[in-house]
C-alpha cells in the first residue's frame, strides 16, 4: 500500500523537466501541435495532434475560450535627469480612470518612489511604492495620458522569461480570436487554435462562449512556500458576458459538456462559483486557488498546456484530473519528448 502524497507540500508537483523540451518557438500551422489526451476515469494516454481533437467533442458541448488580448505591455524609458535606462511592464490598473497601475520596473533598486520615468513619446510616468514582496509597484501617469494607447504604441510584447529565442512573431502570442488587449500574458491553451478548426468545431454542433480575464503575472508567480495554503495569489479580472452564460447553461440543460480552453476559464468558471455558490453571468476579481481536495462545478473538460513544475498550474491540473494521473502523464510527456510551457504542446484532460 503506498503512502497518500501531501496535497499541501509544494515538493509534491515538482518534477524532472529537461531544459531542452522548453519550446522557444510555436508550431506552425498552429493546430499541428501534439495533443496529450488524458481520459480521467482510467488514466489511459492517447498521443496525438492537436488536430485530432475534434474526436473528442460531441455535438451539444460548449467550447469556452477566453477571448483577452496581450498588451504591448512592456516600454522602455529612461531615468529622469539622466540617461539610465529604464523598464516598465504594466500589470494592471489601479484606478477606473487607468492612470495608476501596478507594474514591475527595472532596475527596481535604482528606481526609489518618487523617480520620474521618460517615455519614448516624452510622457514622464512616476515610480511609486512596493506593493508586494515580489517587487510589484504602483506607477502613476498624468492624468489625461491614455496609457494603453501609449503602451500599444511604444511597448513590446511581455513574452516569458523562459522563451529566450526572440524569433517568434508578435501574433504567435496571440490567439486567432484575441480582442481587447488587456491581459499582461496570453491564454496559452488558445493559441493550438486556427480559424479552419474552430469552424470545424462549430460544425459539428459545439457551442463557442467567449469569457474574459485579464491574464496577469499572478499566474506564474512562483510559490516560495513549503505549505501551498500559505501562498497568496494575485487578484485578477474576469467577466462571464450575459451570451456566453446563456450558451453555457443552454449546454448543460441539454446534457452537453463545459469545455475549457485554459486554466484562465477555469479560474473564471469556478470562480464565480465558488464566489456565489452557482454559475452566474457579471465580473468578478478572483483570487481562487485550485488544488487537490477542490471540488469543480463548472467545467467538464479541460484543454491547457503543460505547466511549470511547483506552479499553482500544475496544482489546478492536478485537482481537476487526479494528482496520480497528472504525476504519470507528465513523466509520459517528458519521455516522450512533448514540448512544454506557453509555445508547446496540448493536452486534453477529458
Known sequence: MTNQPDFFSIDTYDYQLPPELIAQVPVEPRDHCRLLALRRSDGALFHQHFYDILQWFRPGDVLVRNDTRVMAARIAGVKEGGTAQCEILLLRPEDERETRWEALVRPGRRLPEGTGVRLPDGTIAVIGEVKSDDGVRSVAFPAECDVRALAEANGTMPLPPYIHER????????????????????????????????????????????????????????????????????????????????????????????????????????????????????????????????????????????????????????????????????????????????????????
Do not use: W
Open 167 to 350: 524569433s517568434s512573431r508578435p501574433e504567435d502570442y496571440q490567439t486567432v480570436y484575441s480582442k481587447d488587449p488587456r491581459s499582461a500574458a496570453a491564454p496559452t491553451a488558445g493559441l493550438h487554435f486556427t480559424p479552419g478548426l474552430l469552424q470545424k468545431i462549430a460544425d459539428m454542433g459545439v457551442d463557442i462562449a467567449d469569457i474574459t480575464l485579464e491574464v496577469g503575472l499572478g499566474t506564474f508567480r512562483p510559490v516560495k512556500t513549503d505549505d501551498i495554503r500559505q501562498h497568496q495569489m494575485h487578484s485578477e479580472r474576469c467577466v462571464i458576458p450575459q451570451k456566453a452564460y446563456d450558451t453555457i447553461m443552454a449546454a448543460k440543460k441539454r446534457g452537453g459538456r463545459v469545455i475549457a480552453v485554459g486554466t484562465t476559464v477555469v479560474r473564471t468558471l469556478e470562480g464565480m462559483c465558488a464566489a456565489h455558490g452557482e454559475l452566474r453571468p457579471g465580473p468578478l476579481e478572483t483570487e481562487i486557488f485550485i488544488y487537490p481536495g477542490f471540488r469543480y462545478k463548472a467545467v467538464d473538460a479541460l484543454i491547457t498546456n503543460f505547466h511549470l513544475p511547483k506552479s499553482t498550474l500544475v496544482m489546478l491540473v492536478a485537482a481537476f484530473a487526479g494528482y496520480d494521473n497528472i504525476m504519470k502523464a507528465y513523466a509520459e510527456a517528458v519521455k516522450e519528448r512533448y514540448r512544454f510551457f506557453s509555445f508547446g504542446d496540448a493536452m486534453l484532460i477529458v
